[in-house]
């Protein structure tokens, strides 16, 4: 029962993550954002940062972009106090597992915070403190960039490089816009081999436009001769204009699961390893008591726990993007701008070694533990009983240290599994702005939005998507 209760206080809970995602799927976002605030104490005094994290998408999503903005900067204060973690959190995690710690997300997530926060800003037109996140994302990526070294992890983040460029421009800082444009095409074509997400189609005439404007010519020069077909607007002509910007969210990041190795250290323990996995198949949460009570009566299986990810990838190829008013009508469809399922595989990637070393080297020591405590038991017992009181006290040490063994699974999972953009230049007036996904089969999926907007001469107007299937 002891086991029991271990292993149902580390299992994951997952059912507010299927309700957010039927609610999303349905278009109701208010009803998904609910859902994480009513789980809050679900999440635990080790995830206040997930939660912040979860609640900052929901609220985004649901249009709640100031009180999305206050979660998102609680949970980027918390993360910068984790940096001096205790040193208490980290013995305890490694005698139980690493849920004991408390949550800070990945590098990427980090990124993803400021990310979000600038949309929340560039959504309501408050530029200023959009540009302030952009600052906050550049420092972030410096500080990545020189902690990664020479190493081929994750350290630099095209998107976000690219998202910083369409707001320095559209606040009229054209050579910080150069900049964050230049960054952007390096990080997309440093990362492509794992990242796989092309450079989009409009970076190109990004570059060409802003290093016209600059009068660059040495730089002008080279992206002409290296983007030969690139069509572009002067930034003159572009000013005279206004922009549309469409961001959409598609599908649902990949959610983390078990992965159990169990390692006998005797013929019988290999036995009754190879009984179990035939008896019950994969372990999984369903499966793990019993199995804990087996290899703790038995005493000679070790039981190591390493995340896998499993992606849940969109049916979405792209938006179709239609704008028709006063000025005309104009279209054209988003591309890839961000594939965090591959940020995370990634990620997960690069620390998978340190992992596996930790979590080995973790039910080494549990077992040990456990061995120590039932002939500590036994001795204490007597010689009449000691033998008998030994092998039980022994055998519960030993299925608590298996049933506690658990990988890390938390991860931002309200994250969309990619990102993809649109930019379209109309003149100023009066439009309907109409935002289509098309599966991958070729029709509809989710919901068609429409939005009326009303556009100034060089206006900047930012709309955010949310694409389910």
């Known amino acids: 029962m002891v086991t029991l209760a271990v292993i149902q206080g580390c299992g994951p809970t997952t059912s507010r993550y299927v309700l957010v995602e039927q609610s999303l799927r349905a278009g109701d976002a208010k009803r998904a954002d609910q859902i994480v605030e009513q789980a809050e104490r679900e999440y635990g005094s080790k995830s206040r940062v997930l939660y912040w994290m979860d609640r900052g998408m929901t609220l985004h999503l649901a249009g709640r972009y100031q009180d999305s903005n206050v ?5 980027e204060q918390a993360i910068e106090r984790l940096y001096t973690r205790r040193l208490r959190a980290e013995a305890k995690a490694f005698l139980i597992n690493d849920t004991e710690l408390p949550f800070e997300g990945e590098p990427f997530e980090q990124v993803m915070i400021n990310v979000l926060k600038a ?15 952009a600052r906050r994302i550049d420092h972030r990526l410096n500080v990545l960039s020189d902690q990664a ?22 606040t009229g800082d054209v050579n910080n816009g150069f900049i964050a444009y230049r960054k952007a095409l390096e990080a997309y074509r440093q990362a492509h081999s794992w990242a796989r997400a092309p450079v989009p189609s409009m970076l190109p005439a990004d570059l060409l436009r802003v290093t016209d404007a600059l009068h660059l010519n040495q730089e002008h020069e080279e992206y002409r001769q290296a983007f030969a077909d690139v069509a572009w607007r002067p930034i003159a002509e572009t000013q005279r204009l206004a922009q549309i910007v469409v961001i959409s969210y598609n599908g649902w990041a990949p959610r983390k699961e078990d992965r159990f190795i169990d390692l006998p250290i005797s013929f019988d323990a290999l036995n009754l390893v190879l009984l179990t996995k035939r008896a019950v198949g994969t372990s999984n949460q369903d499966s ?32 179709e993007v239609s704008v028709s008013g006063e000025g005309g009508t104009f279209s054209d469809r988003t591309v890839l701008a961000q594939n965090l399922t591959n940020l995370a595989e990634k990620s997960l990637a690069d620390r998978f070694p340190s992992l596996s070393v930790k979590a080995v080297a973790r039910a080494a020591v549990k077992y040990a533990l456990a061995e120590g405590i039932g002939r500590g038991a036994r001795a204490a017992a007597g010689r009449d009983v000691g033998p008998l009181v030994g092998f039980l006290v022994g055998s519960l040490a030993k299925a608590l240290a298996v049933g506690s063994e658990e990988a890390d699974k938390r991860s931002w999972r309200t994250l969309p599994d990619e990102v993809q953009i649109a930019r379209l230049w109309v003149p100023p007036g009066a439009y309907e702005l109409r935002v289509r996904p098309v599966g991958r089969n070729g029709g509809v999926v989710g919901q068609v939005s429409v939005h009326a907007v009303t556009l100034q001469e060089g206006e900047t107007r930012v709309f955010t998507e949310r694409v389910v299937p």
Do not use: C
């Open 71 to 75: 979660m998102l900067e609680q949970a």
């Open 119 to 133: 949309l929340n800003y560039a959504v309501v037109g408050n530029w200023t403190e959009a540009l302030v996140e």
């Open 149 to 170: 070294g020479e190493k081929g992890t994750y350290r630099d983040d095209a998107f976000a490089r690219y998202l910083t460029g369409i707001l320095y421009e559209a």
């Open 288 to 319: 793990r008591a019993a199995e804990s009570l087996l290899y703790g009566l038995n005493g000679h299986v070790v039981r190591v726990a390493l995340p896998v990810l499993v992606p849940q990838k969109t049916q979405v190829a792209y938006e």
